[in-house]
């Protein structure tokens, strides 16, 4: 997805910087913060004050379907995307918008493939599941693989709306990143889950302001909502439904729908920070109706985004800013745009900027309170052993946060320098989505597949995704895989470049009006560009489109995990049902089920935790 693989490089200063932070720009800032770090001392010094893992972790199974829905997506809208959407709509089409298809087809998979398994189980950890499933080695397997992915995506998430901050305040990224991140290090230890719900609910609704702002002054600056939709059908934006199956093409229906489907469904379905909230009400029904909010929600944003980058065509239309130079990069064409239309609202500068800020922080935030889960549960509780204080569980996890969080925010000033390696990093996170995906898919739908074949087949299924990666971004790094934009013209630009308040003639490249080719500029289309051919083109699967990536290490995962599963000896004892999907009982025979229904485990790691349970029940009621 080209949300999760765009950069923010530092020439996005350049034009932030132009946006003048006044009084109330700050103050609009500083009282976001202030109420969440109110939020936080509210649930950690009031009521039960976040005094047990399960209260820490799951709200104690007493949160609202609302809260969790909001906290969900404001958890999954980052200033990533709120900056590379737009743009990548501007440039190559609204295809991505076919993501709300894909929405609507994995969340019926999530609410009744996967969700009953883990609400029937009671799991902190979704990874505790593929201990009970197969064995601990698969769990610990997973839970580093979510671990690393968050260490290298946390950093960039902190990165991107801090160095716009500095760009529009003058004050160093240096003082900004562990101002801010501790303020969110500070209300995640102290509140648990609940601050992060009702934090990310705040920030969720100013991120949602500034979005609604930016596309109402958009539609209004563009002549309209009908005019902009024909402005953008003029200029191919809306040429989406391309049922063309060829898989090297950008995107098509068919490459964006299943694409972007497998790699959302490893989210919806498996992925701790969506499933820890899910677990976190009270019973089933609303847990489900938690998946069909947060689905809507995502795509009501998802929307809004790429409605924002046909606004921002059709104001661009006949004088395209990254032609003439006063864009770089897809992320700065939203700022850009914001200052061209928008420069003399008092407080929106400070309104936009706080949005991208909320949506890092409720990110981060929901980010460290799944990593305190993940650690606490699968790696802590290894060396230690089971915990019975219920506060010195708390102390652990909130020691766990603040430890991850100090390590991230120390992580940006390496973010800093790592320049072109940027986008290769975020790219990493898209390739841990798709061996997730699998090895759970195995474990739910497929009673055959063994611990030793799903870990052998998802280590395959990470070295393959994870080489088509690397390849494609080696290929595209040396111009042989090229992205072509969509068309646009340059025409306009003569009779308006005095009207662009924020385009200086040096912005162009120019010592002055005389050096400007007019006729050049005005002839100059993206669809007349030439590509040059290569005489050896990559290999197929390296040309294969990035949203594919997701979907074809979920498919290696499955096929490579059966295949090992039938090939290897089969040690494990009989599957209980409970581990298993219901959508598959139909298939299971009668009397199989009969006997696992009266087995209390599985196999020796799930004996001896069931033993400890025991064991604390006794103590307790003695």
Same mark, same amino acid.
Request: charged residues 10%.
């Given at each position: 997805m080209e949300s999760t693989v765009s950069t923010v490089l530092p020439e996005v200063a350049k034009t932030v910087a132009q946006m003048s932070f006044s009084w109330y720009d700050y103050l609009l800032f500083s009282i976001m913060l202030g109420l969440s770090v109110l939020i936080g001392i509210y649930f950690g010094c009031f009521g039960t004050k976040q005094s047990s893992a399960n209260e820490y972790l799951m709200g104690g199974k007493k949160m609202k379907v609302l809260p969790i829905a909001v906290s969900l997506v404001a958890s999954h809208v980052s200033g990533v995307t709120l900056l590379a959407v737009p743009a990548d709509i501007y440039r190559y089409g609204a295809g991505y918008w076919l993501f709300v298809l894909s929405v609507a087809m994995i969340t019926p998979c999530t609410m009744f493939i996967y969700l009953p398994v883990f609400y029937k189980l009671q799991i902190t950890s979704t990874y505790e599941y593929l201990e009970r499933r197969f064995d601990s080695t698969n769990r610990l397997f997973a839970s580093f693989l979510f671990t690393l992915g968050l260490f290298l995506y946390l950093p960039i998430v902190i990165y991107i709306p801090a160095l716009a901050f500095s760009a529009a305040t003058g004050i160093s990224v240096y003082y900004i990143t562990p101002l801010v991140c501790g303020v969110c290090i500070f209300y995640t230890t102290l509140g648990g889950l609940k601050a992060v719900v009702w934090t990310d609910t705040l920030q969720f609704t100013i991120t949602t302001g500034a979005i609604i702002t930016v596309a109402v002054i958009g539609i209004k600056s563009g002549g309209g909502f009908a005019e902009i939709l024909a402005t953008a059908s003029k200029g191919h934006r809306l040429d989406i439904f391309d049922f063309n199956p060829d898989p090297t093409l950008r995107d098509s229906f068919w490459i964006v729908t299943f694409g972007i489907g497998a790699f959302w469904l490893s989210i919806f379905g498996v992925h701790q920070s969506c499933v820890q909230k899910f677990m976190s009400v009270s019973t089933l029904r609303e847990a489900r109706l938690s998946v069909i909010y947060? /689905?809507?929600?995502?795509?009501?944003? !998802?929307?809004?985004?790429?409605?924002?980058?046909?606004? =921002? +065509? $059709?104001?661009?239309?006949?004088?395209?800013?990254?032609?003439?130079?006063?864009?770089?990069?897809?992320?700065?064409?939203?700022?850009?745009? *914001?200052? %061209?239309? $928008?420069?003399?609202?008092?407080?929106? !500068?400070?309104?936009?900027? #706080?949005?991208?800020?909320?949506? #890092?922080? !409720?990110?981060? !935030? &929901?980010?460290?309170?799944?990593? &305190?889960?993940?650690?606490?549960?699968?790696?802590?509780?290894?060396?230690?052993?089971?915990?019975? %204080? %219920?506060?010195? $569980?708390?102390?652990?996890?909130?020691?766990?946060?603040?430890?991850?969080?100090? /390590?991230?925010?120390?992580?940006?000033?390496?973010?800093?320098?790592?320049?072109?390696?940027?986008?290769?990093?975020? @790219?990493?996170?898209?390739?841990?989505?798709?061996? @997730?995906?699998? =090895?759970?898919?195995?474990?739910?739908?497929?009673?055959? &597949?063994?611990?030793?074949?799903?870990? +052998?087949?998802? *280590?395959?299924?990470?070295?393959?995704?994870?080489?088509?990666?690397?390849? /494609?971004?080696? +290929?595209k790094s040396q111009g042989m895989i090229v992205d072509v934009p969509k068309p646009i013209s340059t025409e306009g630009c003569l009779a308006n470049i005095t009207m662009l308040p924020l385009v200086t003639h040096s912005d162009f490249g120019f010592s002055n009006l005389t050096d400007l080719n007019y006729d050049n500029l005005t002839t100059l289309q993206y669809d007349e560009m030439e590509i040059s051919d290569v005489e050896n083109k990559p290999f197929f699967l390296f040309r294969v489109s990035y949203y594919y990536f997701s979907l074809m290490g979920t498919a290696a995962t499955i096929i490579f995990g059966l295949l090992f599963s039938y090939l290897l000896k089969n040690d494990d004892p009989p599957v209980h049902r409970d581990l298993l999907s219901p959508v598959i009982y139909f298939m299971l025979p009668n009397e199989k089920v009969q006997v696992e229904k009266n087995q209390d485990y599985y196999h020796l790691d799930k004996a001896l935790h069931l033993v400890t349970v025991n064991s604390e029940k006794e103590d307790k009621t003695a």
């Open positions: 947060f /689905a809507i929600g995502i795509n009501i944003v !998802s929307s809004f985004s790429v409605f924002i980058g046909l606004i =921002m +065509y $059709a104001r661009y239309e006949k004088c395209d800013p990254f032609t003439i130079g006063s864009v770089q990069k897809n992320d700065q064409l939203l700022p850009y745009y *914001i200052m %061209d239309v $928008a420069s003399h609202i008092p407080g929106l !500068s400070g309104l936009f900027i #706080a949005g991208i800020f909320c949506a #890092a922080l !409720s990110t981060l !935030s &929901a980010s460290l309170n799944c990593l &305190a889960g993940t650690l606490y549960e699968d790696f802590v509780l290894k060396i230690t052993g089971p915990i019975k %204080d %219920d506060k010195k $569980a708390a102390v652990i996890l909130k020691f766990i946060v603040v430890v991850t969080g100090v /390590a991230c925010t120390a992580l940006v000033y390496v973010v800093e320098r790592l320049g072109g390696l940027l986008p290769l990093v975020v @790219s990493l996170g898209g390739v841990t989505f798709g061996p @997730s995906l699998g =090895m759970f898919t195995l474990g739910v739908l497929f009673p055959k &597949a063994s611990s030793k074949g799903t870990l +052998y087949g998802t *280590i395959i299924g990470l070295l393959f995704s994870g080489w088509i990666t690397l390849m /494609a971004q080696y +290929y």
